[in-house]
């Protein structure tokens, strides 16, 4: 079955620092990966995602994510944390075509809490 | 370029009382169309999707219905609300079929308070 794991609810980061947040995928063939962020009582915004090419994916806002296929992981990354980066994080894989017509599946988010 | 606009942004509504809840796409056609929920904050659960006018999908059992009645525009629905239907309320689209990747493009939502 396909699944998304996020293995972290909270990550909590230092200003300034750089962040990982974690995500895990189980797909058959080839995935399409996604993350989107989520600020509070706001829908939920794409950030980047993976399709093929390069493992290393730059999205907006200064955030990357890599693809690893050997490890089953797109762990979103950023060099340098702000406090407005603090927002809840949703790692996402598309559901192969002829299925549900490209669903998405969400893991269950991983609220980034940034600290000055 | 693509927008997509929910309203009403907050309701409050008492238990019994119908919902319906409205969402419309612009500057896109014969999108695919969906229904999220999202309970405390957190995980997110499909509730409806559409591929095309009055083609629904429900993943879940659930109090509550979806229509579309044209291409782009998917309506959320309740003859009687439950006090568990209270949450936020997400509705997207993605391009249909394989000309896209499967990305989701999200409105701004609607809270949903059922007292």
């Known amino acids: 079955a396909q699944s998304v794991a996020q293995p972290e609810d909270q990550v909590n980061v230092a200003e300034g620092n750089p962040l990982t947040v974690k995500c895990t995928y189980s797909?058959?063939?080839?995935?399409?990966l996604f993350w989107y962020v989520q600020y509070p009582n706001r829908g939920l915004q794409f950030l980047l995602k993976?399709?093929?090419?390069?493992?290393l994916v730059k999205g907006s806002y200064g955030f990357e994510a890599e693809f690893n296929k050997s490890q089953t992981s797109f762990h979103l990354k950023k060099p340098s944390a702000l406090v407005s980066d603090s927002a809840l994080y949703f790692c996402?894989?598309?559901?192969?075509?002829?299925?549900?017509?490209?669903?998405?599946?969400f893991g269950k988010g991983t609220k980034l809490s940034v600290k000055p | 370029s693509q927008t997509i606009h929910q309203w009403p942004a907050t309701l409050v509504q008492p238990v019994g009382s119908p919902l319906s809840l409205e969402c419309t796409v612009e500057?896109?056609?014969?999108?695919?169309l969906y229904w999220y929920r999202q309970a405390a904050g957190r995980g997110l659960q499909l509730l409806f999707y559409?591929?095309?006018?009055?083609?629904i999908s429900s993943e879940v059992p659930q109090n509550l219905s979806a229509s579309r009645p044209q291409d782009r525009q998917f309506i959320l629905s309740s003859k009687k609300l439950l006090l568990s239907d209270s949450g936020f309320y997400l509705c997207?689209?993605?391009?249909?079929?394989?000309?896209?990747?499967?990305?989701?493009?999200f409105g701004e939502g609607s809270r949903l308070t059922v007292l």
């Open positions: 993976y399709i093929t090419g390069d493992n």
């Open positions: 500057g896109t056609s014969n999108p695919n």
């Open positions: 996402a894989v598309s559901r192969p075509y002829g299925g549900s017509q490209g669903n998405l599946i």
């Open positions: 997207a689209w993605s391009v249909r079929g394989n000309r896209g990747t499967g990305e989701l493009f």
């Open positions: 797909v058959s063939g080839n995935p399409y």
């Open positions: 559409s591929v095309g006018i009055g083609q």
